[in-house]
């Protein structure tokens, strides 16, 4: 696969991703056990998840449907039968001593995410994406020096998305973590809270010069927010170049980011398939997905925001790159055809969305979900810039007021209220030709300089003169038709 590689002090960088979604059951993956977060230490942890003696898993059949469901999502194979393995590893928060996972015969095989990297569309294939459990959580804090262990977590079922080495910087690295996660929470199999660990990234990081083999790759565990996972990249992209530049070896290990230091250290050396010694888990049968669920979840799949972005592109004539910002989440969508069914201009609509709406939720911290301003009520705001009643900065000058006055109880309300704020603020444009054309002539009389360097070729010297027109009538008149007399006076 030929892909664009940003090179850094001559190096390629090759980054595969591994993503833990946690699944949005409301049981364990192999038990009945609650999945709720922020329980008591072992108060959600039942017989199976603790191992004890004589239990057996069973399989949970909601993970199973969000498994087929990421499948659909993202184009891939499912696998009419797959196999659960065991993988073996002692550590004190895994009473079984081993993780009940999937090797050789995955639930989903191949598919792409499809995102875009500034206005780059990319692609990113995957190899494959596969069900587990969780382990549980060792705790280091407030013990006086010991540790504890919170088996809550242990069983709790998990869809492992692993990537071929297709990223190329830490910048598409993010980019593709973020379209992920909005994929699993659009549709509905993960609530991608990072900070609760329901989405948990991996980065396989290596540097090569072009051309030559992979090299040997460091393993960056739970990255747990977008901006900590450029950071770790970024680092261990240098610290990986300034080892080969120095003549020493990368070896093979799982790192940890430390935000606070801003570097990744070693945690141990990375193990191979073969040390985890993964055979088929003689508990649990294999998986068979009949083609009529497969069918079933299928008619059941919400408009997938790749398939959504393709409609805006078709039915609002938006281009590419607007319809997949617009398509971030099924919320920030429906604001924009509201808007648009409200009676504003696509194109106008999506501009404001993306520029004047997002600045504002960014800089509040809220949701679209939150926006004080109904899409109704931007519909009319952008027809009054449309028919020239008021100028685009007018425009902010109004939204700013509805938002701070906030949503009113009736749609129709807010909507009304814009009209009334042009009129309170002096805002409506002066579109009085005759008027304008007498302002026109006494800035023309009084600024010879300007209009000889119009008329002797100089574009600049124009805005110069619309300046002086917008000056004296405080703003108020249509810049655009201000252009329009000043040049039809000046024979331009």
Not at 235 to 259: K, M, N, S
Not at 262 to 285: I, N, Q, V
Not at 362 to 383: K, M, S, T, W
Request: aromatic fraction near 8%; charged fraction near 20%; charge should be negative.
């Amino acid at each position: 696969m030929t892909r664009s590689s940003f090179l850094v002090q001559g190096y390629e960088v090759v980054i595969g991703f591994e993503t833990h979604a946690q699944l949005s059951t409301r049981s364990k993956i192999f038990s009945r056990a609650a999945t709720a977060f922020g329980a008591e230490p072992n108060t959600q942890a039942c017989a199976v998840d603790l191992a004890l003696p004589g239990t057996l898993p069973v399989m949970n059949r909601a993970a199973v449907e969000c498994a087929i469901r990421f499948g659909l999502a993202v184009g891939a194979h499912i696998a009419p039968r797959s196999v659960f393995a065991r993988k073996n590893y002692f550590y004190p928060d895994l009473p079984k001593g081993y993780q009940i996972s999937q090797y050789e015969i995955p639930v989903v095989q191949g598919g792409a995410i499809e995102f875009y990297l500034g206005q780059e569309r990319r692609t990113v294939r995957l190899v494959r994406a596969h069900l587990e459990e969780d382990a549980g959580k060792s705790l280091h804090e407030d013990f006086h020096g010991m540790s504890g262990i919170d088996l809550n977590r242990a069983g709790t079922p998990l869809l492992e998305i692993v990537t071929e080495p297709d990223i190329r910087s830490s910048a598409e690295a993010v980019a593709y973590a973020k379209e992920l996660h909005k994929l699993v929470t659009w549709i509905g199999i993960c609530d991608g809270n990072m900070q609760e660990g329901s989405f948990r990234c991996d980065a396989n990081v290596s540097v090569r010069k072009p051309g030559q083999p992979l090299g040997t790759r460091r393993e960056i565990k739970n990255l747990n927010s977008f901006r900590f996972m450029q950071q770790a990249i970024d680092y261990e992209v240098r610290w990986q170049i300034e080892q080969l530049e120095d003549g020493r070896a990368i070896e093979q290990a799982t790192v940890l980011f430390d935000p606070d230091t801003g570097e990744t250290r070693a945690m141990r050396s990375k193990e191979d398939a073969a040390d985890y010694r993964y055979f088929p888990d003689p508990d649990l049968p294999p998986l068979v997905i009949a083609a009529d669920w497969v069918q079933r979840v299928r008619a059941e799949l919400p408009e997938l925001p790749r398939a959504m972005a393709q409609r805006f592109v078709q039915q609002y004539g938006l281009p590419e790159y607007d319809a997949a910002l617009l398509t971030q989440s099924p919320a920030m969508a429906a604001y924009f055809e509201a808007t648009v069914a409200a009676g504003a201009a696509p194109k106008a609509a999506s501009n404001w969305i993306m520029v004047e709406l997002a600045r504002r939720l960014n800089a509040a911290d809220l949701g679209i979900e939150a926006c004080p301003v109904i899409p109704q009520a931007l519909a009319v705001l952008l027809g009054r810039v449309a028919d020239g009643t008021i100028s685009h900065a007018a425009a902010k000058q109004v939204f700013d007021a509805l938002w701070a006055e906030g949503p009113a109880a009736d749609p129709a309300a807010q909507a009304a209220r814009v009209d009334a704020l042009i009129e309170a603020k002096g805002l409506r444009q002066m579109n009085d030709t005759g008027a304008l054309q007498a302002i026109v002539a006494q800035v023309i009389a009084a600024n010879e300089k300007n209009v000889a360097e119009y008329r002797a070729g100089k574009e600049k010297a124009l805005n110069a003169l619309v300046g002086q027109v917008m000056k004296a009538t405080q703003g108020k008149a249509n810049p655009q038709q201000v252009n329009e007399l000043l040049r039809r006076a000046l024979g331009g």
